[in-house]
C-alpha cells in the first residue's frame, strides 16, 4: 500500500476501502435491507442461477444500492428455475420465476430500487 | 477483481486458536480453492468474538450465520452446503439451552443481545493484521481529525466533558490524567499503554490487542499528540504472544503507510512506538512499578508523588493508560462526547468490557454499558448457572476486588456501586460462583496469588499477607480458632492502611468482603468444623452406611493407604485417623453406601 501523506489522502483511502467491507457490514442490519434469496439446489444451478445471482450482485453493485444477496436451497417449483425470491422490510416476499441472466437488469431497475 | 459473495470470518481469538481455528481457516482455503470458489468467498481470521464457550466460531456473511464448536473436517460440509446449495447447516447452529431451538445468527442469542460494543467494535469483524480493514472502519479518521484541528487541549475538553474514566481499575478521568502530564516541558516525552493484565481470569485486554491493534495504535498517538509526547511504549507480557505478533504486524504497517513516524500525515506531528516485555509479575500493572520494569530494573512500585506525570520512564514526563480505556477513546472523537456520554451511569460512562468465568453457562468476552445488572450479566448474557445449582456470589476486580452476593444483584453496576458493595470494577475479570463454592477457599485462593506476586518491598505486604494466608489455611484444615478470625480482620485493616503500592492495599479485600458477606461460613468452619460447600479437604468425612454395605471389598481393595477394614460380605469400616480422603472408595461404591458428612 503507498503512504499517506496527507488528511485527503486518508479520506480517500477510506472511501476506497470502505466497499470492501460493505458485505460484513450489512450483516449487521439485515433486517432493514431488501434481501435477495436465489434459489440454488441442483435444479436452480442448472438452470443457470449462478449466473444470475452473479449479474444481480453485479447489477446492484453497478448501481450502488443496498441489497443483499444471499443463496437458498430448492424453492420446490423445479420447473421454474431459476427463482429468486425478494424480501423488502416491513414487506411479504415476492418471488420470481425463470429468471435467466438476461433479464437481470430490467428485474433490478424495477423491482430493487 | 475479486467479487465476493459471502464472507467467512473465523475466530481467531487465542482460545480458539487453541482449538484449531488456525486450521479451519487453512481448510477453507484449501477446499474452496478446490472448488474454484476463492473468488466468491473471503476468508478472514478476525479477533474473539467473546464467545469462547462454544468456540472455535465461524461467521458467515451477508447472512449472519454463527456457526459454533466448528471443526476441521466441518469445513467440507459448510462449504458444500452453505456455500454451495444455501442451506445452513443445522447441526452447527447455536443451541438456546432454554428452548433447544436452533439460534441461526448472532442478533438472536441472549448472549448478544444485551451487550453493546465500543470497545470490542472490531474484535471478531475485521482482520486485525489488515490495516485496510481497519481504516475502511473509520481507522485513524479521529487522530486524522485530532491532528488537522491542531489543538490538544480541545481534544482533551472533549474527552473530558465525554466522561472516560481509566478501565484499567481505579477509574481515574482520563482527561485529567492528561492534562496533568501536558504542560510539564521536557526534551522527551512517553505515552505509554499498560497491556500487563495480570488479574486471575481476565483476558479483555488481551483481546483487543488480538482483535484490534490498530485502535491502540491510533488512540496512543492522539494521547502522544495532546500530552505532546514523541515516543509510545507499550508494555505487554511475554507470555501474550499472539498479541504481541498482532502488535508488531500494525506497528509495521502503519510505519509503512506513514501512520507512525515522521510528520504523520503532513501534519508536523513525529510519534512511534515500541514495545516493552513484561516477565507477567502482577505488580508490574501498577504505574511506577511498570516504569521501573521497562527501565530494566526491578518490578518494585515506589511512592506517588512524584507522579508519572512529573517524573516517569527514564524521569521524564509520562503518561500511563490501560488498553481499554485507549480502545474508546478513538470512537469517542468520532462520534463526540455527547454520545459517549449518553451510555452509561451518571458518574460512569460508556461500556465495561468483562471477562466473563467460572460456573457459568456461555463463558466469554463481554461488552456491556455502565449500569447493566449484575443480573442481566449473569442470567440473561450468561446463560445463567451450570448445571442449574444455585448463584453463591460473583467475584469482580481479580485479587484486589471482592465478592458480590445475591443481594447485590440487581445494583447496576458502575464504578461507585461496585465500591459501595465492597468490591470493585478492576480491569473486568468477573468470575461466577456456585453454591459449591467454599467461600474460605476463595479469599484463600486470592491470597495464595498475592502472596506470590508480592514483590516484597513493603513489609505489610510482604509479611502479613503471608500471615493472612497462613491463617486461612489453618481455618481450611479445621484447625482455626474464634480468636483467629479476630487476627484476620485486624492484619487486614492493617495491610489495607499501610501497604506502600496498590497491590498491598486492596490486597485483603478478598479476605474482608468474604468475611463480611459469609461470615457463618467461616464460624462453620472453626466452630463446627464444617465446610458447608463441602470443598475442603480436610474437613470432609468419608462414612459407609452398615446398611447399604454389602462387604463386597470394592472400596477396601482400592483404598490407597489401607484405611477400610472389614471382611467379606460384612459391612466395612472407614478408619479416620488414616484417611487421607482422596474420595476413591466412593468413586468405587457400587451400592452407594458411601457418603460424605
Same mark, same amino acid.
Given at each position: 500500500?503507498?503512504?499517506?501523506?496527507?488528511?485527503?489522502?486518508?479520506?480517500?483511502?477510506r472511501?476506497?476501502?470502505?466497499?470492501?467491507?460493505?458485505?460484513?457490514?450489512?450483516?449487521?442490519?439485515?433486517e432493514n435491507?431488501?434481501?435477495?434469496?436465489?434459489?440454488?439446489?441442483?435444479?436452480?444451478? &442448472?438452470?443457470?442461477?449462478? &449466473?444470475?445471482? *452473479?449479474?444481480?450482485?453485479?447489477?446492484?453493485?453497478k448501481?450502488n444500492l443496498?441489497?443483499?444477496v444471499t443463496?437458498?436451497?430448492?424453492?420446490?417449483?423445479?420447473?421454474?428455475?431459476?427463482?429468486? *425470491?425478494?424480501k423488502?422490510?416491513?414487506?411479504?416476499?415476492?418471488?420470481?420465476?425463470?429468471?435467466? &441472466?438476461?433479464?437481470v437488469?430490467?428485474?433490478? &431497475?424495477?423491482?430493487?430500487? | 477483481?475479486?467479487? #465476493?459473495k459471502?464472507?467467512?470470518?473465523?475466530?481467531?481469538?487465542?482460545g480458539?486458536?487453541?482449538?484449531?481455528?488456525?486450521?479451519?481457516?487453512?481448510?477453507?482455503?484449501q477446499?474452496?480453492?478446490?472448488?474454484?470458489?476463492?473468488?466468491? !468467498?473471503?476468508?478472514?481470521?478476525?479477533?474473539?468474538?467473546?464467545?469462547?464457550?462454544?468456540?472455535?466460531?465461524?461467521?458467515?456473511?451477508?447472512d449472519?450465520?454463527?456457526?459454533?464448536?466448528?471443526?476441521?473436517e466441518?469445513?467440507?460440509?459448510?462449504?458444500?452446503?452453505h456455500?454451495?446449495?444455501? @442451506?445452513?447447516?443445522?447441526?452447527?447452529?447455536?443451541?438456546?439451552?432454554?428452548?433447544?431451538?436452533?439460534?441461526?445468527?448472532?442478533?438472536?442469542?441472549?448472549? #448478544?443481545?444485551?451487550?453493546?460494543?465500543?470497545?470490542?467494535r472490531?474484535?471478531?469483524?475485521?482482520?486485525?493484521?489488515?490495516?485496510?480493514?481497519?481504516?475502511?472502519r473509520?481507522?485513524?479518521?479521529?487522530?486524522?481529525?485530532?491532528?488537522e484541528?491542531?489543538?490538544p487541549?480541545?481534544?482533551?475538553?472533549?474527552?473530558?466533558?465525554?466522561?472516560l474514566?481509566?478501565?484499567?481499575?481505579?477509574?481515574?478521568?482520563?482527561?485529567?490524567?492528561?492534562?496533568?502530564? @501536558?504542560?510539564?516541558?521536557?526534551?522527551?516525552?512517553?505515552?505509554?499503554?499498560?497491556?500487563?493484565?495480570?488479574?486471575?481470569?481476565?483476558?479483555?485486554?488481551?483481546?483487543?490487542?488480538?482483535?484490534?491493534?490498530?485502535?491502540?495504535?491510533?488512540?496512543?498517538?492522539?494521547?502522544g499528540?495532546?500530552i505532546?509526547?514523541?515516543?509510545?511504549?507499550?508494555?505487554?507480557?511475554?507470555?501474550?504472544?499472539?498479541?504481541?505478533?498482532?502488535l508488531?504486524v500494525?506497528?509495521?504497517?502503519?510505519?509503512?503507510?506513514?501512520?507512525? =513516524?515522521?510528520?504523520?500525515?503532513?501534519?508536523?506531528?513525529?510519534?512511534?512506538i515500541?514495545? @516493552?516485555?513484561?516477565?507477567?509479575?502482577?505488580?508490574?500493572?501498577?504505574?511506577?512499578?511498570?516504569?521501573?520494569?521497562?527501565?530494566?530494573? @526491578? =518490578?518494585?512500585?515506589?511512592?506517588?508523588?512524584?507522579?508519572?506525570?512529573?517524573?516517569?520512564?527514564?524521569?521524564?514526563?509520562?503518561?500511563?493508560?490501560?488498553?481499554?480505556t485507549?480502545?474508546?477513546?478513538?470512537?469517542?472523537?468520532n462520534?463526540?462526547?455527547?454520545?459517549?456520554?449518553?451510555?452509561?451511569?451518571?458518574?460512569?460512562? =460508556?461500556?465495561?468490557?468483562f471477562?466473563?468465568?467460572?460456573?457459568?453457562?456461555?463463558?466469554?468476552?463481554i461488552?456491556?454499558?455502565?449500569?447493566?445488572?449484575?443480573?442481566e450479566?449473569?442470567?440473561?448474557?450468561g446463560?445463567?448457572?451450570?448445571?442449574?445449582?444455585?448463584?453463591?456470589?460473583?467475584?469482580?476486580?481479580?485479587?484486589?476486588?471482592?465478592?458480590?452476593?445475591?443481594?447485590?444483584?440487581?445494583?447496576?453496576?458502575? #464504578?461507585?456501586?461496585?465500591?459501595?458493595?465492597?468490591?470493585?470494577?478492576?480491569?473486568?475479570?468477573?468470575?461466577?460462583?456456585d453454591?459449591?463454592?467454599?467461600?474460605?477457599?476463595?479469599?484463600?485462593?486470592?491470597?495464595?496469588?498475592?502472596?506470590?506476586?508480592?514483590?516484597?518491598?513493603?513489609?505489610?505486604?510482604?509479611?502479613?499477607?503471608?500471615?493472612?494466608?497462613?491463617?486461612l489455611?489453618?481455618?481450611?484444615?479445621?484447625?482455626?480458632?474464634?480468636?483467629?478470625?479476630?487476627?484476620?480482620?485486624n492484619l487486614?485493616?492493617?495491610?489495607?492502611d499501610?501497604?506502600?503500592? =496498590?497491590?498491598?492495599?486492596?490486597?485483603?479485600?478478598?479476605?474482608?468482603?468474604?468475611?463480611?458477606?459469609?461470615?457463618?461460613? #467461616? !464460624?462453620?468452619?472453626?466452630?463446627?468444623?464444617?465446610?458447608?460447600?463441602g470443598?475442603?479437604?480436610?474437613?470432609?468425612?468419608?462414612?459407609?452406611?452398615?446398611?447399604?454395605?454389602?462387604?463386597?471389598?470394592?472400596?477396601?481393595?482400592?483404598?490407597?493407604?489401607?484405611?477400610?477394614?472389614?471382611?467379606?460380605?460384612?459391612?466395612?469400616?472407614?478408619?479416620?485417623s488414616?484417611?487421607i480422603?482422596?474420595?476413591?472408595?466412593?468413586?468405587k461404591?457400587?451400592?452407594?453406601?458411601?457418603?460424605?458428612?
Amino acid at each position: 500500500m503507498d503512504k499517506i501523506k496527507s488528511f485527503a489522502d486518508l479520506k480517500k483511502k477510506r472511501e476506497e476501502l470502505q466497499s470492501n467491507l460493505k458485505l460484513r457490514e450489512s450483516g449487521d442490519n439485515v433486517e432493514n435491507m431488501i434481501q435477495v434469496k436465489v434459489a440454488m439446489g441442483t435444479c436452480g444451478i &442448472a438452470a443457470g442461477a449462478k &449466473a444470475t445471482m *452473479e449479474a444481480i450482485i453485479n447489477e446492484c453493485q453497478k448501481q450502488n444500492l443496498d441489497v443483499v444477496v444471499t443463496q437458498t436451497g430448492c424453492m420446490g417449483k423445479c420447473n421454474a428455475e431459476p427463482m429468486v *425470491e425478494v424480501k423488502k422490510p416491513g414487506q411479504d416476499s415476492v418471488v420470481f420465476e425463470n429468471l435467466k &441472466a438476461d433479464k437481470v437488469a430490467d428485474f433490478v &431497475a424495477k423491482n430493487l430500487k | 477483481m475479486a467479487n #465476493y459473495k459471502y464472507h467467512i470470518l473465523i475466530c481467531g481469538g487465542t482460545g480458539c486458536h487453541a482449538s484449531q481455528s488456525a486450521q479451519i481457516k487453512e481448510n477453507f482455503v484449501q477446499i474452496l480453492k478446490e472448488k474454484n470458489l476463492e473468488n466468491d !468467498v473471503q476468508i478472514v481470521g478476525t479477533g474473539c468474538f467473546g464467545f469462547c464457550e462454544k468456540g472455535p466460531i465461524v461467521k458467515v456473511l451477508p447472512d449472519n450465520t454463527f456457526y459454533v464448536q466448528v471443526k476441521p473436517e466441518d469445513v467440507e460440509e459448510i462449504i458444500n452446503e452453505h456455500i454451495v446449495k444455501g @442451506r445452513k447447516v443445522e447441526r452447527l447452529l447455536y443451541v438456546d439451552p432454554k428452548t433447544q431451538e436452533h439460534k441461526e445468527d448472532s442478533k438472536h442469542m441472549g448472549f #448478544y443481545k444485551k451487550q453493546m460494543r465500543i470497545a470490542l467494535r472490531n474484535c471478531g469483524f475485521i482482520n486485525p493484521e489488515n490495516i485496510e480493514e481497519y481504516i475502511a472502519r473509520d481507522g485513524y479518521k479521529a487522530l486524522a481529525s485530532v491532528l488537522e484541528q491542531n489543538d490538544p487541549e480541545a481534544t482533551i475538553e472533549l474527552l473530558k466533558k465525554s466522561g472516560l474514566r481509566g478501565r484499567g481499575g481505579a477509574g481515574f478521568p482520563t482527561a485529567v490524567k492528561w492534562s496533568l502530564c @501536558r504542560p510539564n516541558k521536557a526534551d522527551q516525552k512517553y505515552m505509554i499503554c499498560n497491556a500487563d493484565e495480570g488479574d486471575p481470569g481476565a483476558f479483555m485486554d488481551r483481546s483487543i490487542l488480538e482483535g484490534d491493534p490498530h485502535s491502540i495504535i491510533e488512540a496512543m498517538a492522539i494521547g502522544g499528540f495532546c500530552i505532546e509526547a514523541t515516543k509510545g511504549l507499550i508494555y505487554i507480557r511475554a507470555e501474550y504472544p499472539l498479541a504481541i505478533h498482532r502488535l508488531q504486524v500494525a506497528i509495521s504497517q502503519a510505519r509503512e503507510i506513514g501512520l507512525l =513516524g515522521k510528520n504523520i500525515l503532513g501534519s508536523g506531528f513525529d510519534f512511534d512506538i515500541e514495545l @516493552r516485555y513484561g516477565a507477567g509479575a502482577f505488580v508490574c500493572g501498577e504505574e511506577t512499578a511498570l516504569i521501573h520494569s521497562m527501565e530494566g530494573k @526491578r =518490578g518494585e512500585p515506589t511512592f506517588k508523588p512524584p507522579f508519572p506525570a512529573v517524573a516517569g520512564y527514564m524521569n521524564k514526563p509520562s503518561n500511563v493508560n490501560n488498553v481499554e480505556t485507549l480502545a474508546n477513546i478513538p470512537v469517542i472523537i468520532n462520534r463526540g462526547w455527547e454520545w459517549f456520554s449518553s451510555i452509561g451511569t451518571e458518574k460512569s460512562k =460508556g461500556t465495561k468490557v468483562f471477562a466473563l468465568a467460572g460456573q457459568i453457562n456461555n463463558v466469554g468476552l463481554i461488552e456491556v454499558p455502565m449500569g447493566i445488572t449484575l443480573r442481566e450479566v449473569i442470567y440473561e448474557i450468561g446463560g445463567g448457572i451450570k448445571g442449574g445449582k444455585k448463584f453463591k456470589a460473583v467475584q469482580t476486580g481479580g485479587p484486589s476486588g471482592g465478592c458480590l452476593t445475591e443481594k447485590f444483584l440487581d445494583t447496576p453496576i458502575d #464504578y461507585e456501586n461496585l465500591v459501595a458493595a465492597g468490591s470493585m470494577m478492576g480491569s473486568g475479570g468477573m468470575i461466577v460462583m456456585d453454591e459449591t463454592s467454599c467461600m474460605v477457599s476463595v479469599a484463600k485462593f486470592y491470597l495464595d496469588f498475592t502472596v506470590e506476586e508480592s514483590c516484597g518491598k513493603c513489609s505489610p505486604c510482604r509479611i502479613g499477607n503471608k500471615r493472612l494466608c497462613e491463617i486461612l489455611g489453618k481455618i481450611t484444615q479445621g484447625k482455626g480458632t474464634m480468636q483467629d478470625l479476630e487476627e484476620l480482620k485486624n492484619l487486614a485493616a492493617v495491610i489495607k492502611d499501610t501497604a506502600l503500592c =496498590g497491590l498491598g492495599q486492596t490486597s485483603p479485600n478478598p479476605v474482608l468482603s468474604t468475611i463480611d458477606n459469609f461470615w457463618d461460613e #467461616y !464460624v462453620a468452619h472453626v466452630v463446627d468444623k464444617k465446610c458447608p460447600a463441602g470443598q475442603c479437604k480436610a474437613l470432609k468425612q468419608y462414612v459407609i452406611d452398615p446398611e447399604k454395605c454389602k462387604g463386597c471389598t470394592a472400596c477396601a481393595r482400592n483404598c490407597p493407604v489401607n484405611a477400610i477394614h472389614g471382611t467379606v460380605k460384612n459391612p466395612h469400616e472407614i478408619d479416620q485417623s488414616a484417611c487421607i480422603k482422596c474420595g476413591t472408595c466412593y468413586e468405587k461404591c457400587k451400592f452407594n453406601a458411601i457418603s460424605i458428612k
